[in-house]
DNA sequence: TGAAATGTTGGGGCG
DNA sequence: ACGCCCCAACATTTC
């Protein structure tokens, strides 16, 4: 009987696999094998609190696969080497299924298995597979909206693979045990696991989903779909999920829930695109996608830096929006984009530290996503927001948290603060109310820092001015900003 | 998937 | 009645 490993890595999930189901389909025994990497498990990008999340949610596979009478095999080390022990355990002679996995080490990581052993890749990670989506002339697109259309065009993405009704698993297989966990207060938030991803899913397509359009910009509305460490670590199938939003489409009765669907969708294919720029470019994780813009002079002010991670800038969307991140590893995508942006323009600091800083704390950190998130904001990406689309963090709040509720719930300390002063407590006169004592005051003039970021970045557009610029730029070298 | 600066318009107060 | 100014409201341009 022919044995193939199902070597899972970010497909933490029985229902809509491609690679467990072939395994499956051939009749196979199958080995349901995760490797705990040390190079990953270490990696400076690596979160603690994600790396629980991962481990729960490992547990859960376990306990799904008792029940259709396998079970996970854990070993520890370097893929390579636990791949040719554990075939070599067998007898020899094994398949290795896998989802793909685009991220370059992962890349590296498999080409390099796939060099000795007979390695087959699956799509999964992604509704379409990476490559897929390109241009006529087979180069990527490097905009969203054209990549959306041919995303689109493509037509439909395939039937819903079922949940194995069995898997044949031989006995006395060698496994380690999972490292000690120490639950945190935050673990509940997100319980983890695919049983736990399918009931979110369901819960938003019956409650959330309808008002998804309107919603989703909120920072003080639970309007999100809050699924993305679950499509992180592939609890969740996203082709699960766009065949939801397309089914949404079809039966939505009026314009603004068919809109809603299509929102979400759209979100997906975001998350598509990302994926897609990150295989084909996968020197984005080191520098920005922008040639003309990887000489930028930033601030890289080390003290900034420490007040935006702790949430202690001035700016109370960006400071509830970092405590949030601190507190339960997740952060609204509309705060994301406003405290990137504060980071970047604001602060005048390198995309590549917050970027580093997110995947160290985010449940959802995605070296695709999370790049093409920060490099998005900092103006340095693909189809990126333009460099002088600068974020004003008291507007901002004032439009996707209007009632300052975003900010009370994590900045405690602004609790008694009047709605009218909520997003700008400095404006507050001494005698309307003597609170938020103990709130710093605004690391920065945003109105000044707004100045000098069109300038620096406008510096690396248009290279002819730049002899008056200079000037101006010593002017603010000498002004009160990090 | 911005915001600020600048331009335009039109109503109303006022001499 | 008329011109002038102010300025809110909205539109356009610029960064």
């Known amino acids: ?47 603690p609190r994600r790396q629980r999340f991962l481990f729960a949610g490992l547990q859960a596979l376990h ?14 080390g370097d893929p390579l080497a636990v791949l040719h022990s554990l075939i070599a355990e067998l007898g020899g002679d094994c398949e290795i299924h896998a989802a793909e ?15 000795d052993l007979p390695l087959r890749l699956f799509p999964g990670t992604t509704i379409r597979p990476a490559r897929e989506v390109v241009k006529a002339d087979g180069s990527p697109y490097t905009v969203f909206t054209p990549y959306s259309k041919a995303w689109l065009s493509r037509g439909d993405v395939g039937a819903l693979l079922p949940v194995p009704a069995r898997i044949n698993t031989p006995r006395g297989i060698a496994t380690d045990t999972l490292p000690e966990m120490e639950m945190d207060r935050s673990d509940t938030l997100f319980p983890s696991g695919e049983a736990e991803a399918q009931r979110r899913l369901q819960r938003f397509l019956d409650f959330l989903l309808d008002q998804y359009a309107q919603a989703r910009d909120r920072m003080d ?41 299509e929102t979400w969708l759209n979100e997906l294919i975001w998350r598509e695109f990302y994926f897609s720029v990150l295989a084909h470019f996968p020197y984005v994780r080191e520098m920005s996608f922008r040639e003309e813009m990887r000489a930028i ?60 800083f997110f995947m ?29 689309r600068v974020f004003n963090p008291v507007l901002q709040g004032q439009k996707f948290d209007p009632q300052g509720e975003y900010v009370r719930r994590w900045v405690p300390e602004l609790q008694s603060v009047p709605d009218q002063y909520i997003h700008a407590p400095w404006l507050m006169p001494e005698d309307v109310v003597n609170v938020g004592k103990k709130y710093p005051a605004p690391i920065v ?38």
Request: glycine letters at 6%.
């Open 63 to 76: 306990d799904d696969l008792r029940v259709k009478g396998s079970r996970l095999i854990l070993r520890r």
């Open 1 to 47: 009987m022919q044995t193939i490993i199902w070597w899972i890595r970010r497909d933490l999930r029985l229902r809509d696999n491609p690679a467990l189901h072939a395994a499956v389909q051939a009749g196979a025994q199958v080995i349901p094998l995760f490797i705990l990497d040390p190079k990953l498990l270490n990696s400076p990008y690596s979160s």
């Open 360 to 388: 160290q704390h985010l449940l959802d950190g995605d070296p695709a996503a999370n790049n093409g998130g920060w490099q998005w904001s900092a103006g340095t990406g693909t189809d990126a927001a333009p460099y002088f």
């Open 101 to 115: 996995d685009y991220s370059p080490y992962a890349e590296k990581r498999d080409a390099s298995v796939a060099a």
């Open 221 to 261: 509305l639970d309007g999100t779909s809050s699924l993305s460490p679950y499509l992180r670590f592939g609890m969740l199938s996203p082709r699960q999920a766009a065949l939801m939003a397309e089914f949404a489409m079809q039966k939505a009765a009026d314009a603004a829930v068919l809109h809603s669907a």
């Open 297 to 356: 002079h930033w601030s890289n002010n080390e003290a900034a830096f420490a007040a935006w991670k702790r949430g202690e800038t001035g700016y109370p969307v960006v400071d509830a929006a970092m405590r949030q991140l601190l507190a339960t590893g997740w952060m609204h995508n509309r705060a994301r984009m406003i405290t990137a942006s504060f980071f970047t323009k604001d602060l005048l600091i390198d995309w590549r530290w917050g970027e580093k």
């Open 445 to 482: 003039d945003h109105a000044l820092a707004r100045e000098r970021v069109l300038l620096v970045y406008g510096n690396r557009m248009n290279r002819k001015e730049s002899g008056s610029k200079k000037k101006l730029l010593k002017l603010f070298a000498g002004a009160d900003l990090p």
